[in-house]
């Protein structure tokens, strides 16, 4: 009796957990995306060419999904498809928070977040983050027509702007900066002497992503 009252109850603990997850599935994924297709451009629209694992967060609650994603930049939004023999791209249903695109060779992760304006979702990559501040990059891709030299002929192409964002974690701002030394000490003004001490102790060019990296990661204390 007790052993048919266990097994009862792990098939209907599994039942749920499936219950569960395909009710995750439905809330949160499967509406076809119709518009968003791209044919005769140079240049790439997506952050990641291929579909890839990762990590999507809706709200407070995190899920690992088993759906393949791409990060579409012109567009800028999120698509997905369930299995990389599937023809149709879908989007999210619910308001994707952030995301992580993990990378099928290496296993590190790309994490995006959404910083809403004028109530659309708008994706920053995260470079680095940590109690105190932050550092994000947005990189801006557009189509447009380019007319060869000496033709009449238009071609489409991609272009991209990169832009780099600071953030006091305290207060949500997001600031705009560049990579040299008058934007980055005005971020952290009252804090030019933890700067100068990062900048003796290390060869630092603030010309340089992964210098200015390592400050910010400095100045949150990692």
Do not use: C, H, W
């Not at 149709?88 to 249903?93: D, I, N, R, S, T």
């Amino acid at each position: 009796m007790i052993r048919n009252f266990k097994f009862l109850l792990g098939a209907f603990l599994l039942l749920s957990s499936v219950a569960v997850k395909a009710q995750f599935l439905a809330d949160n994924l499967g509406r076809p995306l119709r518009n968003v297709r791209y044919t005769d451009i140079s240049g790439s629209p997506y952050f990641n060419a291929e579909f890839q694992k990762g990590i999507v967060k809706f709200g407070s609650a995190s899920k690992e999904v088993t759906v393949l994603l791409q990060y579409d930049q012109v567009a800028d939004m999120l698509t997905y498809k369930d299995k990389a023999s599937d023809e149709e791209l879908k989007e999210f249903v619910n308001i994707v928070s952030e995301f992580t695109i993990l990378n099928a060779g290496t296993g590190a992760g790309a994490l995006f977040i959404n910083i809403p304006e004028n109530g659309k979702s708008v994706y920053y990559q995260v470079l680095q983050q940590g109690k105190d501040f932050s550092l994000l990059t947005k990189e801006i891709k557009k189509i447009v027509d380019v007319t060869s030299y000496n033709s009449a002929n238009k071609e489409k192409r991609v272009s991209a702007a990169v832009k780099y964002y600071a953030k006091v974690n305290a207060d949500g701002t997001l600031k705009p900066i560049t990579l040299d030394k008058k934007s980055i000490l005005d971020f952290f003004k009252g804090n030019e002497a933890k700067v100068e001490e990062f900048m003796q102790k290390n060869k630092y060019n603030f010309k340089k992503k992964d210098d200015v990296i390592s400050l910010f990661a400095y100045m949150n204390g990692n």
